[in-house]
């Protein structure tokens, strides 16, 4: 079952008309881009009997963890610790550990749980992907993106750490370090495969239409306008209905004054999301760079019930 961050309302960039600072607004900062899933639990080993204690701790932990509707977070929680002391150089328990405090929103706890794994055997894959997303979470896009890049390492063929390490990098202002990322998921996950692609939890659409997205947004601060704009238009191709990937086709569009388009990837956003402040911003920005007050004069007249401040902001210009 994937988890889910919220979207949010961000600066972006800034576009300037004579003499005029115009903001665009961003929604992409809290998911989109990022790969999310939920912490795999660690694997269990049948070996000689005098380890099945700990092992059958583990499966305990594992069941009760994902106990259909009711998670049983507590009894998991005991039975990983009870693993954990038959065996202290074991990272598994660890991981679950992690895997539990994780689930529970307790991001620096997950991390050293998951830290602690890692340190008892540096080739335990398991234990980056949801430290790095333990990291994003508290947004240490550096320290992320460390460990994404160690998991890759590990992982060379690993498209979706790829893919949140661009997403990383994005967030910590590396640009073109995310950009190589990005293309290194689009080799490992070639859209005209004929196979049927499926690594960890997520299909190759899902996968590629991330990586676009982290494409066209670094683009975008790299001020690689037509890029971005090719990027985000091929991830909304993969995805119709990724409002932040639209969203941000609508940015791409104003920094590149392209006011028109920008207009109707504004308008898309909107059927997806009718109450997203930032895109009702956008869209009356557009208006206002087309010299048509009237319609932007609409949008504040909608802004004024989302997002005073917005509106405010969108009739200061209206009214220069």
Known sequence: MKQMLHLTVMVLAMLSANGTELRAQDISGGAGGLVVRRANNPSL???SPSSSRKEKALERANTARSAGGAPRLLEAEEQYK???SLDPKDPRPHAGLGNILLDRLRYNEAIEEYKQAISLDPDYTEAYFPLGYAYVR?????DAAEIYRQLVRLRPDYAEAYNNLGYAYNQA????EAIAAGKEVIRLVPESSGEAYKQEYQTRIEVLSQTYKNLGNAYTQLHKFAEAIESLKHAVS???QSASAQFNLAVAYLEAGRYSEAVEA??????????LAGAHFNLGLAYLKLRDKAAALEQYEILKTLDPGAASELYGLISQ
Do not use: C, H, M, N
């Open 45 to 47: 080993k049948r070996t």
């Open 238 to 240: 993969l995805d119709p």
């Open 82 to 84: 009870l693993a954990a």
């Open 173 to 176: 202002g590396k640009y073109e």
């Open 266 to 275: 504004s308008k898309q956003t909107l059927k997806l999301r009718p109450r």
């Open 138 to 142: 508290l947004q240490r896009f550096s």
